[in-house]
């Protein structure tokens, strides 16, 4: 799933200089929603296996707060 969705990352930066800019731009926003499903699955995994939300929000590059009210009342 990843290593599929990294593929259609990288098919879509590589469009950049081509293809048509609207089917580009749906395509991006597919890989954008995608990939926010897949983050919230991750979050949830990484709580209930113990991990702290300092933990979950440094591996995401933000502040615990944030972490917590984007996932924290799922």
């Given at each position: 799933?990843v290593?599929?969705?990294?593929?259609?990352?990288?098919?879509?930066?590589?469009?950049?200089?081509?293809g048509?800019?609207?089917?580009?731009?749906?395509?991006?926003?597919?890989?954008?929603a995608?990939?926010?499903?897949?983050?919230?699955?991750?979050v949830?995994?990484?709580?209930?296996?113990?991990?702290?939300?300092?933990?979950?929000?440094?591996?995401?590059?933000?502040?615990?707060?944030?972490a917590?009210?984007?996932?924290?009342?799922?």
């Amino acid at each position: 799933m990843v290593d599929g969705m990294t593929n259609d990352i990288r098919t879509a930066l590589g469009a950049v200089d081509g293809g048509e800019p609207l089917a580009q731009l749906r395509e991006i926003a597919r890989l954008r929603a995608e990939l926010a499903r897949v983050e919230e699955a991750q979050v949830r995994r990484a709580r209930l296996t113990g991990h702290s939300w300092v933990a979950v929000a440094d591996a995401l590059g933000v502040s615990k707060q944030a972490a917590h009210k984007k996932y924290g009342r799922r």
